[in-house]
């Protein structure tokens, strides 16, 4: 037994020998600088997001779930599966066309999608716009669409009519794209273009090898009457005729980020009751237009072009309207790469003796800047020069922030 006890004590004892040794080793390397102290060390600084530009575009073959980049209805497993996501911008806006200046909200976007089986999608958009006295709701897109395979895809509802690439590239929400604002062609609201499309549309791949042809083909509700043409038809068209809309546009393969493409719309235009034009009678309305980008951001270059023609059913006589625009940015490299120049110019003619449109000639440039604060907030800057008549010019500054969410 004592041999025992002697034994423990002697365990005990070098035990107590190699802490102490243990404790001069730390104590050796802390003051040579080749360990930490036993304090625990301050968190390094969490990394901070590469700025980086805005998706590719949302284009007119994504009708069916915009907005939501890698969202197939192939992957969803459970439905109906509904998703959010959000857009809004703050503004900014200093000018010599007499309205004031100062600070407004711009509009506050929900798209919402949801996949209502392998094969059946829907998607809406809804914007809150803020007005002087209160804010506007709309129903800006709201489309079921059903998928058969790459080459047809069906859907009905209200769409971004598909006459104008930027309108099915960029739809509502600042932070889609580059600029602050819209070309005036293709304004919300305007009258040049029909923005919106309410009906069916029929869209898909062209077997065309590397050419990649695709095309989009819709019937649908026309323009509301002359004085109320910037609206469209959502709840009825205004006479017994259709309008429809046809459109193909070729992206090859060995030219990634090329794209061209050609429209024609058609329709025709009601007068208003008790009003002078009443018994100048119908208008039928054919709207040719041409793009070609190059959706790559170094450089970014789009360019479209729209010739809006009108034609008196009665007395034959017509009118040619034209509209175009060119823009081109470049997303600076390396360390840089938050910061996107862009400029555009801008051309609208409208004979003076047009009936329908209504719309005032334009020469305009515009010079700005887009810093990506993150991946899904910006800041732009922009300096606005337009012309509207020899004697009529504007100069402005707009500033924006807009994100998605």
Do not use: C
């Not at 009108?310 to 938050?338: C, E, F, V």
């Amino acid at each position: 037994m004592a041999e025992v006890l002697k034994r423990l004590e002697a365990v005990e004892q070098r035990v107590k020998e190699l802490e102490q040794q243990n404790a001069e080793l730390k104590q050796q390397l802390v003051v040579a600088g080749t360990a930490q102290p036993a304090t625990p060390p301050t968190a390094p600084p969490e990394p901070q997001p590469t700025p980086a530009g805005p998706p590719a575009p949302i284009t007119a073959t994504d009708h069916g779930m915009p907005g939501m980049p890698g969202m197939g209805v192939e992957t969803q497993e459970t439905f109906p599966n509904l998703h959010f996501r959000g857009f809004a911008d703050v503004n900014f806006q200093a000018t010599d066309a007499g309205v004031p200046s100062g600070f407004n909200l711009g509009q506050f976007v929900l798209h919402m999608t949801s996949p209502l089986s392998k094969k059946v999608s829907v998607f809406g958009e809804l914007s809150f716009t803020a007005r002087p006295t209160q804010y506007n709701m709309e129903v800006e897109r709201v489309i079921v669409r059903y998928d058969a395979n790459d080459y047809f895809k069906i859907s009905f509802g209200k769409y971004h009519t598909p006459i104008s690439y930027w309108n099915t590239a960029f739809h509502h929400g600042g932070w889609l794209q580059t600029t602050i604002t819209r070309p005036e062609i293709i304004q919300f609201g305007t009258r040049f273009l029909p923005v919106h499309f309410v009906g069916l549309l029929a869209e898909g791949a062209i077997p065309s090898g590397g050419l990649g042809l695709n095309y989009n083909f819709g019937v649908g509700n026309g323009r509301q009457t002359i004085l109320n043409l910037g609206r469209d038809g959502d709840f009825t068209d205004v006479n017994n005729n259709r309008a429809f809309i046809a459109n193909v546009f070729a992206r090859p393969t060995r030219i990634y980020g090329l794209e061209v493409g050609a429209s024609y719309y058609n329709d025709l235009i009601s007068p208003d009751p008790g009003t002078p034009n009443y018994a100048a009678g119908s208008y039928r309305e054919h709207i040719e237009s041409a793009h070609i980008v190059w959706n790559k951001e170094t450089p970014e270059f789009l360019a479209e072009f729209a010739n809006v023609h009108h034609t008196n059913i009665y007395s034959g006589k017509d009118w040619n309207s034209q509209g175009m625009y060119a823009q081109l940015a470049y997303r600076l490299p390396g360390d840089a790469r938050a910061w996107k120049p862009y400029y555009r110019f801008e051309y609208v003619h409208v004979p003076a003796t047009e009936p329908v449109l209504f719309v005032p000639d334009l020469l305009g440039h515009t010079a700005g800047v887009r810093y990506d604060i993150t991946t899904y907030a910006a800041f732009k800057a922009e300096y606005r020069y337009a012309k509207r008549t020899p004697t009529i010019t504007n100069n402005g500054l707009f500033l924006q922030t807009a994100f998605t969410f």
